[in-house]
Nanobody, 115 residues
Framework: QVQLVESGGGLVQAGGSLRLSCAAS????????MGWYRQAPGKQRELVAG???????DYSESVKGRFTISRDNARDTVYLQMNSLKPEDTSVYLC?????????WGQGTQVTVSS
């Protein structure tokens, strides 16, 4: 079993920054991908950013140039640096770990950006 624990959400003004962290523990296969989805009320879940254990990254078009994903493989931790935040970034951010075809999820952390 895999557990994911997120931290770093909160309330910030537009233009501000936040850093999310997600630490994985348990039976983690070395080859995996980690990252973040987000889901706002009434909207579909959206992939924000992902990173493989080899360091390849993928971003949603809406966050490119503003968000940076990174990971520390020794700590099984992924980070999301969010800069130039906009009110439309307001959402619950969900950490994921994908191992093969199986997904594991964190509990979610709220990010609220005020205008």
């Amino acid at each position: 079993q895999v557990q994911l624990v997120e931290s770093g959400g909160g309330l910030v003004q537009a233009g501000g920054s936040l850093r999310l962290s997600c630490a994985a523990s348990g039976s983690i296969f070395s080859l995996n991908a980690m990252g973040w989805y987000r889901q706002a009320p009434g909207k579909q879940r959206e992939l924000v950013a992902g990173i493989t254990s080899g360091g390849s990254t993928d971003y949603s078009e809406s966050v490119k140039g503003r968000f940076t994903i990174s990971r520390d493989n020794a700590r099984d931790t992924v980070y999301l640096q969010m800069n130039s935040l906009k009110p439309e970034d307001t959402s619950v951010y969900l950490c994921f770990l994908r191992s093969g075809s199986r997904y594991y999820w964190g509990q979610g952390t709220q990010v609220t950006v005020s205008s």
